[in-house]
């Protein structure tokens, strides 16, 4: 074993299921056919009878003999009596003396039998013997995921026991001094488990039974002990986090010990410090402890072992192209799992990629899937066509895509979306927001910016940069943008002028909110080098709030309700309009009927003004159309 090699994955897939030779989790158990709900049958089964087991009527009405029927027309009804009939509900037993059953709205109704004006054909409304299913017919083979009609089928056919695959037991063993139990609230330094139920979930999603040990300290003596009685509970042991090189990365040393580590490092990013070993005959792994890393692991490489040992077909992601909005660019050592957010705009496609840190959990949350760039890849550039591979299928058609300048407002609107509609939202600053609607990227995007020579909002920018694809401006709001300070003002910032040799945290140029600080200090005739911080950027109001909230910064521009969530004194500036810029296509769809109406109701309009520094009585009006051109 080379210590933290870098062996590419399918290499070392391959590798480590030949280590694991036979190996299979292919235990069997007995159990009651009423808890095989997505269970997988370790036999074949054959119905042990047939289904119907006997003729019976599929309709109320009638037993006859068809013979006795025959010379019925409208012209000439036969009367048949009560001895040449029987009445049946649907589903009851054909007598041996008839062969065919007529409705009950076909015939009327006499004293002692029945007028009939047509004739039956024999086995009509009859459901035979074994119509549906018969007996010594083969229902499934081995490795059938029983689903609610095939247990229904099994009861019906006659079989009550099923043997069915154990449930394969996987042990999630989480490690490290830092790591707390999930109930505990953690302090600075510690950090909750939560990594071990990512993983249980997992096992359960993929039919398995997790079992979750104590978290265990940074100590060889003490892993190796729960290591060993992992090992004698379960088919499959994964050890969480001390896989990487530092010293107290017990993982390995302690697999080592009891079996042997076969490979260590893989070429994959997120995830490259994983261990692969076996104690016995059993598989042991040590997965990253960075959540994202661990995702990954366990989806690109536990899940394939898992389905192979367990010799089912593995679940495969659905996959789409879509067009790349930005540039990735990929390290040519690893094959890379960026995580990205799909829309659908025209019927196409379109792919975001989201922040690529292994530690957040979040981009799995927002993201809908996997770019994965192979290795020796260098990336994509924007507008390529890349194939993502998604978490789930979804119905993008619900989905609508907002790129631009963040405001709270579009997160309550988010939430009278739900749940028919969901929101996609990425924060790029006004300016972003106005090219993804000229690229087509976005249906929508949520823009303020001043105009510093009408004093006026958005539409001279509209005017500007989409004079040929066309947009229309609806209004959302109008906001107090201002100061955000420490609470009780202590150092007395009452203007821009009052920046002068303060701190700030500033917003992204191309940001609304920097674009209107520009403009104020300009006024003042206040250059950049006479603020401190002007060139730190961040993307939205919570983030700049959040330095000044931390006293790393003594001042930040942006709007009351990020101050007052922040708990911050604000002084206010200035009253700016915050606008939706819609594609016409979008504008035209039912879709955005939905959302007008919305920006129109009183109940939403009062929610967001409750939030402080709003005005939204003209919210849902239309601004400013520019015409689409040809
Ligand atoms: N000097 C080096 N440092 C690191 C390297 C390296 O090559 N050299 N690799 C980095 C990479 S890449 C990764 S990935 C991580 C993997 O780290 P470990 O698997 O050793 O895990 P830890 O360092 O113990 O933890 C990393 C991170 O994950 C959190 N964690 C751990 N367990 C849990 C849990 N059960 N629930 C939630 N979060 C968990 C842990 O607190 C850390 O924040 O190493 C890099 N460093
Ligand atoms: O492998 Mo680490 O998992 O790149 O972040």
Redesign the pocket.
């Known amino acids: 074993m080379v210590y933290?090699n870098n062996t590419p994955v399918d290499e070392l897939l391959q590798g480590f299921l030949k280590v694991l030779g036979d190996y299979r989790f292919n235990s069997v158990e007995t159990i009651s056919v009423i808890d095989g709900l997505d269970r997988t049958l370790a036999e074949n089964i054959f119905a042990k009878r047939s289904v119907p087991h006997y003729h019976s009527s599929a309709m109320d009405g009638y037993q006859v003999r068809a013979e006795d029927t025959k010379m019925a027309n409208v012209d000439n009804p036969i009367f048949l009596s009560q001895e040449k009939i029987k009445y049946c509900d649907t589903g009851e037993l054909i007598e041996p003396q008839f062969d065919s059953v007529i409705k009950i709205e076909d015939v009327h109704k006499r004293d002692n039998g029945i007028e009939i004006i047509g004739g039956a054909t024999k086995w009509q409304n009859i459901r035979p013997i074994g119509e549906d299913i018969t007996a010594h017919d083969l229902l499934f083979t081995v490795g059938r995921k029983l689903q609610p009609m095939d247990i229904a089928a099994l009861i019906a056919s006659g079989t009550y026991q099923i043997k069915v695959f154990k449930k394969p037991k996987v042990a999630i063993i989480?490690?490290?001094d830092?790591?707390i139990p999930w109930q505990k609230e953690p302090k600075e330094g510690e950090?909750?488990?939560?990594?071990?139920q990512l993983f249980a979930n997992m096992i359960k999603q993929w039919g398995g039974e997790p079992t979750v040990y104590p978290v265990t300290p940074d100590n060889f003596d003490l892993l190796e002990r729960v290591v060993k009685e992992a090992w004698e509970e379960n088919d499959l042991i994964l050890v969480?986090?001390?896989?990487?090189?530092?010293s107290e990365?017990y993982t390995s040393k302690v697999i080592n010990h009891l079996g042997k580590v076969y490979y260590h490092g893989v070429a994959i990013k997120?995830?490259?410090?994983a261990i692969f070993g076996k104690i016995g005959e059993k598989p042991v792994i040590g997965i990253?402890?960075?959540?994202v890393?661990a995702y990954v692991v366990m989806e690109e490489i536990i899940k394939k072992l898992y389905f192979y040992l367990k010799g089912e077909k593995l679940p495969k992601r659905k996959k789409i192209e879509g067009k790349l909005t930005k540039p990735v660019n990929s390290d040519l050592k690893f094959q890379e799992y960026v995580r990205v957010k799909v829309g659908k705009i025209k019927e196409q496609y379109v792919v975001t990629p989201l922040a690529r840190g292994?530690?957040l959990m979040s981009t799995v949350m927002d993201g809908d899937g996997f770019l994965i760039i192979p290795q020796n890849s260098e990336g994509y550039r924007a507008g390529e066509v890349v194939q993502v591979e998604l978490f789930e299928d979804k119905d993008f058609d619900d989905i609508f895509v907002c790129i631009g300048s963040h405001d709270l407002a579009l997160d309550i609107l988010a939430t009278y979306l739900a749940p028919q509609f969901s929101l996609s939202s990425a924060h790029v600053g006004s300016l972003g927001g106005i090219m993804a609607v000229k690229k087509g990227e976005t249906h929508f995007a949520g823009i303020h910016l001043l105009d510093p020579q009408t004093g006026e909002y958005n539409i001279s920018y509209v005017k500007k940069y989409l004079k040929d694809t066309g947009a229309i401006l609806v209004h959302l709001a109008k906001r107090t943008q201002g100061l955000m300070v420490a609470k009780g003002n202590p150092l007395n910032i009452n203007s821009i002028r009052d920046l002068k040799g303060k701190r700030i945290a500033n917003r992204q140029k191309g940001a609304g909110t920097r674009v209107l600080l520009d403009y104020l200090m300009e006024k003042e005739k206040i250059k950049p080098g006479e603020i401190e911080g002007y060139n730190r950027e961040y993307f939205t109001h919570l983030a700049v709030a959040q330095e000044v909230k931390s006293n790393r910064a003594d001042a930040a521009m942006g709007i009351y309700a990020a101050a007052k969530a922040m708990d911050l004194d604000f002084v206010p500036l200035y009253e700016e309009s915050y606008d939706l810029l819609v594609t016409p296509d979008f504008f035209n769809s039912p879709n955005f009927k939905f959302v007008l109406e919305t920006l129109r109701t009183k109940r939403f309009r009062r929610e967001v003004e409750e939030l402080g520094g709003y005005n939204l009585n003209k919210s849902g009006e239309i601004i400013f159309v520019e015409e689409e051109k040809n």
Not at 240 to 246: F, I
Not at 288 to 291: D, K, L, V
């Open positions: 933290l989480p490690t490290g830092e790591i950090i909750p488990d939560s990594n071990s969480n986090a001390g896989s990487s090189a530092g990365d997120p995830g490259k410090p990253p402890g960075y959540p890393s292994a530690a």
